[in-house]
């Protein structure tokens, strides 16, 4: 999802603008992208009310973080939804470099929630198995809750990183809205090396 919202292939606008089979191409791109995006909010809302109900039935730490998966995700949906529009409508999001790295922010902030969600999961599942007499004396409401608040801080800042260090911006911004367009290599490093490496080896 990440890689199809915000690294997604480049149309070069002057080739787009002269050329009908550009045209066409860009169009479908959108009109495809707009449909898959639309599927992701109502899937993520399915399987918060479905982890819901289970909760009422047997209450569990382990479902607040699928639910907090769900909602990650059903936040990649929307911001997708709303990136397929903006394509489609030609919006100002590629005009203006600030408004292009809000855009890449608010895209790579609940994906980064995602993936470091997946990680809380995999680590709940791994204490539930290698420790289960202790398990539920470890996995009460604070931990967990502090859990989520330390990752959604971690997600929002990796996020926002373009925005609070001026110094991650490429300075030769030429109007395509891209991660790679408008963040340097160091951020992707950043990125990838502070988020879904760590992640991966854990």
């Known amino acids: 999802m990440l890689g199809f919202s915000v690294l997604r292939p480049s149309f070069p606008g002057s080739l787009l603008q002269h050329s009908l089979p550009g045209m066409m191409v860009s169009l479908l791109c959108a009109v495809l992208h707009s449909l898959l995006s639309c599927l ?20 569990g730490a382990s479902y607040i973080y699928i639910l907090n998966l769900a909602a990650a995700d059903l936040l990649v949906g929307v911001m997708c939804v709303a990136e397929a529009l903006d394509d489609i409508l030609d919006g100002d999001f590629d005009r203006s470099q600030s408004f292009c790295l ?10 980064i929630g995602s993936i470091l969600t997946l990680l809380l ?12 007499l202790s398990y539920p004396t470890l996995l009460k409401k604070t931990p967990v809750v502090l859990s989520l608040v330390v990752l959604w801080m971690l997600a929002f800042l990796f996020g926002h990183l ?8 490429r300075g030769n911004y030429t109007g395509y809205c891209g991660l ?3 963040a340097k290599s160091e951020y992707l490093y950043a990125i990838c ?4 490496a760590p992640s991966l080896l854990v």
Do not use: E, H, W
Request: aromatic share 8%; with cysteine.
């Open 40 to 59: 992701i909010p109502p899937v993520n809302l399915l399987v918060i009310v479905a982890v819901y109900q289970l909760m009422r039935k047997q209450p």
């Open 102 to 111: 809000l855009r890449i922010a608010m895209s790579m902030t609940p994906c």
């Open 121 to 132: 999961i995999s680590l709940d599942r791994y204490l539930a198995v290698m420790l289960p």
């Open 162 to 169: 373009p925005l609070i260090l001026p110094s991650l911006q």
């Open 180 to 182: 790679p367009y408008v």
């Open 193 to 196: 090396f502070g988020i879904f």
